[in-house]
């Protein structure tokens, strides 16, 4: 699709082979052709009750969701991608109400998936829009990654939960401030320039972050979400 096209895309469930092989070319495209998430994978995820959508414009895939099914009554996001030539139109956002509206049919209390907590888009996304809540920090999550994305092989991730038992709707981000006694942890300005440009300002912030996190929920604290400029806010439970 070329750049500035205005079409709607088209949310649909993954039903077969075909779905899936769409599923997974969005995600070759946005990850540059790591292979994240295989065909097969996908068709076996999905038939024993696992969830996959493409979004379409026409008859083009320009956006992915893939989730499997977790412990108990938990449906665990393993990826959602939507092309750059599409970024900014809300997609993404479709996509997780999608992902989120059949969680809800099919009985899931609610939906977990992990981020990298460097990306302050993705903190924004997941807190102040979503209204996720931070389950943990895991250092090294999927060991040393190689795709474009994570150019820094690191693959330190927070694990994020959206609720869905007993809501009719998804739940509602918002922004917050920092409070008396509360902490705040930032982020980079622009972690994919850093990761280009710059190896030892991301180990040095990789490090940071560790250190942060690891010492707040050591603590008992727990992050409230993110403040305007990106930075996180932790406080008491």
């Known amino acids: 699709m070329a750049r500035g096209t205005t079409r709607p ?27 994240l998430v295989p065909v097969p994978l996908v068709v076996a995820a999905i038939h024993v009750g696992g969830y996959g959508a493409v979004a379409w414009a026409g008859d083009e895939p320009v956006g992915a969701s893939f989730a499997i099914v977790g412990r108990g009554a938990m449906l665990h996001s393993h990826v959602t991608a939507v092309l750059p030539s599409v970024a900014g139109r809300g997609l993404g956002a479709a996509l997780k109400r999608h992902q989120w509206r059949w969680a809800a049919e099919e009985g899931f209390e609610s939906i977990t998936w992990t981020f990298d ?13 979503l209204g996720c809540e931070v389950d943990g920090y895991h250092a090294d999550f999927y060991g040393r990654l190689v795709d474009d994305i994570n150019s820094d092989g690191s693959s330190d991730r927070l694990v994020v939960r959206w609720a869905v038992a007993g809501r009719s709707e998804p739940p509602a981000g918002r922004r917050v401030q920092a409070r008396t006694g509360d902490l705040t942890i930032p982020t980079p300005d622009d972690i994919g320039a850093l990761r280009t440009g710059d190896s030892g300002a991301v ?20 992050v409230r979400g993110v403040t305007d400029c990106g930075d996180y806010v932790v406080g008491a439970p």
């Open 203 to 222: 180990a040095a912030w990789r490090a940071r972050h560790r250190e942060a996190f690891g010492a707040a929920f050591g603590a008992g604290r727990v």
């Open 117 to 129: 907590p460097l990306v302050r888009r993705n903190a924004s996304f997941n807190l102040a829009s």
């Open 9 to 35: 895309a088209d949310v649909r469930l993954v039903g077969d082979a075909v779905g899936a092989e769409a599923l997974a070319r969005v995600c070759d495209a946005v990850w540059g052709g790591a292979g």
